[in-house]
Each structure stands twice: as structure tokens, then as C-alpha cells.
């Protein structure tokens, strides 16, 4: 899963977003990359995101776990304006990336993520914990993907931060 946060104290919030899902039943966070301070993508906002990715087990259904989510980001304090044709800041984002190599297109959720081998501050960080983790719709591997978008990146638009550290 993807977690980025631009509005706030976006590290202490993804630690914590991430703290929550770790303590449901159902499941088992068990690894979680370093946070990346990223530019803002495909948006206009001064506020640069802090993006992670986590890997957990699960006994929900991609349907229930995009639920859960979507209550712990609402906890959380987002605020979906679903009347905005652009990106918005946001305390808090949770994006269901790849649900082990499941394909499947709903009306509310599309797996894999339909813009995940596009976005490097998806990438970056999913890479460091997940390299050999298929796009079950490319074929290539995480690392593979990540390298492809690497190449045409500036140093400046991501940077690997600690937990501990200011972005």
C-alpha cells in the first residue's frame, strides 16, 4: 500500500495511519519502507508530500481493506472535495496499490493501482521493501518499474528521509 501525507506533520501522521492498521485484527503490517519527501505530482501546492509504502497480510478482501482505509484516513482529518477535478492537498492518503497479483476493475477500486508504474514517489518506496513484487499487468517487477522512471528524475523532487528526521 502507498501512504503520503503534504498537510501537517506528514511523517508523525503516516506513522501513526500506519500504527492503526497494524493494530486490526485482520492484520499483520509487517514491513514499512522509509519515508521519501516527494514535489507535489500532477497538482499545484507548495507543500511537498511525504510518501512511504507498507507490505502487510491480511485476511480482508481488497473491498474490506480499501474500506478500512478509507475510515482511517477520514479519522485521520481527509477531506475528499468530490466536486475537485484536480489533485488536493491532503493530511492523509491510503492507496490500495497491488493486492498480491490480483487483477480486478470496479466501480470503487481498480487493482493494481492504475497509476502506480507511472508515479516514482509510488515506486521509490515500494522498491525498498517489495523489489521483486510483479505488476501483475506489465510483467515487471517493482525495481524494474522504478528504474525505468529513476532515470528521467531530478535529485530534488525525492528524497529518502529517515522517520526520525525533519523532511
Given amino acids: 500500500m502507498g501512504l503520503g501525507s ?19 485484527p485482520c492484520i499483520s503490517a509487517d514491513r514499512l519502507s522509509s519515508p521519501y519527501a516527494t514535489r507535489p ?3 499545484e501546492s507548495t507543500h511537498w508530500f511525504v510518501n512511504a509504502a507498507g507490505g502487510m497480510k491480511t485476511s480482508l478482501s481488497p473491498h474490506e481493506l480499501l474500506s478500512l482505509l478509507l475510515k482511517i484516513e ?3 482529518g481527509r477531506k475528499r472535495d468530490q466536486t475537485s477535478t484536480t489533485h488536493q492537498d491532503r493530511t492523509l492518503d ?9 487483477i480486478m476493475t470496479t466501480e470503487d477500486l481498480i487493482l493494481p493501482h492504475p497509476e502506480m508504474h507511472k508515479r516514482l514517489f ?28 529513476a532515470d528521467g528524475v531530478k535529485n530534488d523532487e525525492m528524497k ?3 522517520w526520525s528526521q525533519k523532511p
Avoid at 6 to 24: E, I
Fill in 6 to 24: 503534504n498537510l501537517g506533520d506528514s511523517k508523525k501522521l503516516l506513522l501513526r495511519a500506519w500504527q492503526t492498521l497494524a493494530a486490526h
Fill in 74 to 76: 477520514k479519522k485521520f
Fill in 41 to 43: 505530482f500532477a497538482m
Fill in 160 to 162: 529518502r528521509l529517515k
Fill in 122 to 149: 509510488v515506486l521509490g518506496p515500494l522498491a525498498e521493501i517489495a523489489p521483486a513484487a510483479v505488476h501483475p499487468t506489465t510483467g515487471k517487477t517493482v525495481a524494474e518499474l522504478r528504474e525505468v522512471l
Fill in 94 to 102: 491510503l492507496d490500495l496499490l497491488l493486492y498480491d497479483e490480483r
